[in-house]
């Protein structure tokens, strides 16, 4: 599922939870109801009770699948069945929240289901069983993969799990679910994509057990050897034609699922791609893969083509691009610019062939391109390939789909391509697309930051095409005008959802406005008086810490401006994260933006302040014990505010908190507990407060395995590894002055360097565990936290192994900062912060100029706004304001830096990454 997919449906500004979107389309309710019933509302759901027959805690939970278009139709026979027998259902409650249950970059656990009813014993459920089969005998829907189909039923699933939420708070904020298996043991209510019941429990429902899959996977004549990518609308693979052994590529449509927003499900896509393959390999052979077969297996369809050898462009990206390469040299660099320009060629000449047969591709971005092992270019995913004579399809990616009002501006039936090979193009440089749709007049800083690059014009301009940075106000107006004038110009697909002429209408107009304000918004950007202005490149150059410190200011006027005290999902906008765990935290929540505001110096408004407070005492007992999301960093907060007592009181409450036995991550843990303590411990110089905290860390050094108390799959980094409790012992060392607290987080940090390894630049970096081997920067979860641990062992009590690895994580960090986001966590400002700390540590001229470049860089991410800037959050989808991955993290990064030595003195030489390191 894509990150923040649900919450970024909710709004076009901020994330949000779904169901408080202004208009779900079209509503789900029964058409009779029993009088005296009413459905209450549970998120997208609405659930029905009964008063013959209240929630069982747990049972045989019975899923009713529909199609869209037959979705009334059935809930109204579910619902008269549930009545009839006193048993409380709930179904969804609009026809967004089924698109978006079915959508196509949905959770697999949770697709398929439209009702949900709960029956209080077995007996019952049989009988319900029954009765649904029967009265939706002929009907078909999604396969519920959690679930088991009763009998030859195609809507009619069961389960065995919870009823009444019964759950238990984990260590990171989230829940998960309970159940008692058959031997009366409290279990975790498993909500995986298979069927799958509790020890000791049978299915009474069936007559023998299905025995599981032995041997190969064949689907008809095809070995399946490799999947290649599992989603809601089916599954990719690599497989092998037995009859001729020919390696085969297979992508699969689940009937009636993998939906998108104008309705059209994944087999109806499957088989448009494969009516356009035929037809474009008949036209123009090697634009598309040569489609082999199209096949019904079970419900399933199958499109078998030739498999192409290579890699996604992305990943080609990942391993070529210079920009996070420690060794990259100005020849390197520019044999990169010549192959990204073979590329693009190649990619032209497709997209001529495809074309000139009359279609548009539709969907151009990094995974719809593979690079053969040869260095040639080939299309795949003709999904959203549509002919030039009809309407495009609204399937796209972000960052690389033309902007709605772009799109209703023309006619022209090659935009999407268009607007995709600029974007691609822009990718080679940068992965920047995003932030350049919401600010073009920050590409001069971003040309700025890649100058040790030196961007080809040619490739400059071709990235740049759609985001002009030089646009005058009068053309804007002009633009405005003749968008008033068109009027009831073609709404965008996706916008077709709310299925409401009056909505469509609401939209266009706010569209335009917003488009408008936007371009007002630029315009100021390039006033040197107005409010929000960024700096020129020579600005930045001449005065870097001049323009830090208005940054600083800039970044805290929006903070503010975003800030609503009164609002029930947040006081400042969040990530999605803050859905899942608590709008209050540290990382997510109030707290963090608050920490950084008190630490820039900025004030707090009074209804904010109190805002924390209420959430705080309103969520108190919910909260898990950490530093991240719980009550151990929320102290830390009310301590800075002046608020001794209730910071003691959180952090006595978190001490004695029973996760923590079990958890010693620095986010969720008792590292992050102790850290509290020691922060009061400065604060107020309380002997207790540091006697609470070595408390900590004898607990820790008496856990027998503390590998198993650590985050999942040998987790690495600062969050979630054995460096954030090595930050932890090394402080608790400093204040006590106990040696053998240094010692045991050296050991530690010895086992995080254990799981480093070395890139083909020379540089070393980590990933975030077993499961997934890529090199990752950051400071969260990556080489950067590690680093930012380690560079304070060597500062303190130098070993060899630790003094000789640290330059090794330096040396691709200070490579990494074009980031895709700006945030904290896995952004620039988390680099930014990390080489402030080393360049303090080490002294050196070379870190210091690191320091200040990184920190410099933040600014072309910078939004402007009705005051100050904000900045696009975590999947840079939406705007967000919280520490983790929003303006509250790029300020604290800020005010690290503007608060040290590194820019006390006149520095007014422009800080450069050597071309080779």
């Not at 009770?49 to 278009?69: M, N």
């Not at 396969?143 to 984990?170: E, N």
């Not at 390939?385 to 009809?390: K, R, T």
């Not at 990530?575 to 920490?595: D, Q």
């Amino acid at each position: 599922m894509l990150e923040g997919f649900g919450e970024a449906l909710a709004d076009r500004e901020y994330y949000l939870p779904l169901p408080s979107v202004a208009d779900p389309g079209p509503r789900f309710a029964p058409r009779e109801v029993p009088p005296g019933l009413r459905g209450v509302a549970q998120g997208i759901w609405t659930a029905w009770g009964s008063p013959r027959t209240g929630l069982a805690e747990q049972g045989w939970k019975i899923h009713v699948s529909a199609r869209l278009d037959r979705a009334q139709h059935v809930l109204d026979t579910v619902a008269r069945i549930c009545f009839s027998e006193g048993v409380p259902f709930k179904h969804l409650s609009a026809r967004l929240f089924f698109l978006f249950l079915h959508h196509k970059h949905a959770g697999r656990a949770q697709a398929g289901k439209f009702c949900a009813a709960y029956p209080p014993d077995t007996a019952t459920a049989r009988r319900l069983l029954e009765r649904l089969r029967d009265a939706l005998d002929g009907e078909e829907g999604p396969y519920v993969l959690t679930d088991r189909r009763f009998r030859d039923s195609r809507t009619v699933h069961y389960r065995y799990g919870s009823f009444a939420g019964r759950s238990r708070l984990r260590a990171d904020g989230t829940r998960e679910g309970l159940v008692l298996d058959g031997f009366g043991r409290e279990v975790v209510d498993l909500r995986l994509p298979a069927f799958h019941l509790p020890a000791g429990i049978a299915d009474p429902f069936v007559e023998e057990e299905e025995k599981p899959h032995e041997g190969p996977i064949l689907i008809r004549d095809y070995e399946v050897t490799r999947a290649v990518r599992l989603s809601n609308a089916g599954g990719t693979y690599q497989a092998r034609d037995r009859r001729t052994g020919r390696t085969v590529f297979l992508k699969e449509a689940r009937a009636h699922n993998g939906l998108v927003f104008d309705g059209t499900d994944a087999q109806q896509r499957l088989r448009h791609e494969y009516g356009v393959l035929r037809e474009l390999h008949a036209a123009a052979p090697g634009v598309g893969p040569e489609p082999l077969d199209h096949f019904t297996e079970w419900e399933h369809d199958f499109l078998v083509t030739e498999y192409i050898a290579g890699q996604p462009l992305v990943g080609w990206l990942s391993r070529s691009s210079p920009l996070a390469r420690a060794d990259r040299t100005t020849e390197s660099v520019a044999v990169y610019y010549e192959v990204c320009r073979r590329l693009l060629a190649a990619l032209d000449a497709s997209l001529k062939r495809l074309h000139a047969a009359g279609y548009r591709f539709g969907d151009l971005s990094l995974g719809n391109i593979m690079v053969t092992p040869s260095g040639g270019i080939r299309l795949v995913d003709f999904e959203a390939a549509s002919a030039l004579s009809s309407t495009p399809s609204g399937i796209g990616t972000p960052g690389f789909t033309p902007p709605a009002g772009l799109l209703r501006a023309g006619s022209d039936p090659l935009l999407q391509d268009r607007y995709g090979m600029s974007a691609v193009a822009f990718a080679f440089l940068a992965p920047f697309n995003e932030v350049a749709e919401h600010a073009p007049a920050n590409l001069a800083l971003l040309r700025r930051d890649l100058a040790d690059l030196a961007p080809p014009q040619d490739l400059w301009q071709r990235a740049t095409a759609f985001h002009p940075t030089e646009t005058r106000a009068r053309d804007r107006a002009q633009e405005h005008t003749q968008d008033r004038m068109r009027g009831r110009a073609q709404e965008h697909t996706q916008d077709r959802a709310q299925d409401r002429a009056q909505k469509h209408a609401r939209d266009r107009a706010r569209d335009r406005d917003e488009r408008y304000a936007r371009d007002q918004v630029q315009d100021q950007a390039h006033d040197p008086g107005s409010p929000g202005r960024l700096p020129s490149p020579a600005e930045l150059d001449a005065d870097p810490r001049g323009c830090l410190i208005r940054l600083s200011e800039e970044v805290a006027a929006g903070l503010l401006e975003m800030a609503d005290a009164d609002r029930p999902e947040w006081a400042f906008p969040p990530s999605p994260e803050a859905f899942r765990t608590n709008n209050v935290c540290l990382a997510y929540g109030t707290a963090g933006v608050v920490h950084a505001l008190h630490r820039a110096g900025a004030a707090v408004p009074a209804e904010i302040r109190e805002r924390l407070f209420h959430d705080t005492l309103a969520q108190r007992e919910a909260l898990p014990p950490g530093l991240l999301v719980g009550s151990a960093g929320i102290a830390r907060v009310l301590a800075e505010l002046g608020s001794l007592d209730e910071a003691v009181e959180l952090l006595r409450e978190a001490d004695d908190h029973s996760l923590l036995a079990s958890c010693s991550t620095l986010a969720g843990g008792r590292p992050g507990v102790g850290l509290g303590w020691l922060a009061l411990h400065r604060l107020t110089g309380e002997s207790s407060h540091l006697e609470r905290a070595a408390a900590a860390g004898e607990r820790l050094l008496s856990t027998p395995d503390l590998s198993v108390t650590l985050g999942e799959h040998d987790a690495r980094g600062l969050l979630h590894g054995r460096s954030g409790l090595a930050l932890f012992l090394h402080r608790l060392a400093r204040d006590t002055g106990e040696a053998r607290y240094l010692e045991a987080g050296r050991a530690l940090m010895h086992q995080e360097l254990d799981r480093t390894f070395p890139l083909d630049d020379g540089s070393w970096s980590v990933s975030d565990d077993t499961r997934v081997h890529r090199a990752m920067p950051y400071l969260a979860t990556g080489a950067a936290g590690v680093a930012a641990v380690l560079t304070r062992y060597v500062a303190t009590a130098p070993d060899e192994r630790c003094a000789a690895a640290l330059p090794r994580l330096v040396a691709g960090i200070r490579v990494s900062c074009a980031t895709k986001e700006a945030g904290l966590y896995r952004g620039l400002a988390g680099l930014s912060w990390f080489l402030t700390e080393h360049a303090e540590f080490t002294g050196t001229e070379a870190a210091r100029g690191d320091a200040v470049r990184a920190a410099t860089g933040l600014l072309k991410y910078a939004v402007p706004y009705r005051r100050g800037v904000r900045f696009l959050g975590a999947g840079s989808q939406r705007f967000t304001a919280d520490l983790s991955s929003g303006g509250a993290g790029v300020l604290l990064a800020l005010r690290r830096l503007l608060s040290g030595p590194l820019l006390t003195e006149p520095h007014h030489a422009r800080p450069r990454i050597p071309a080779a390191h």
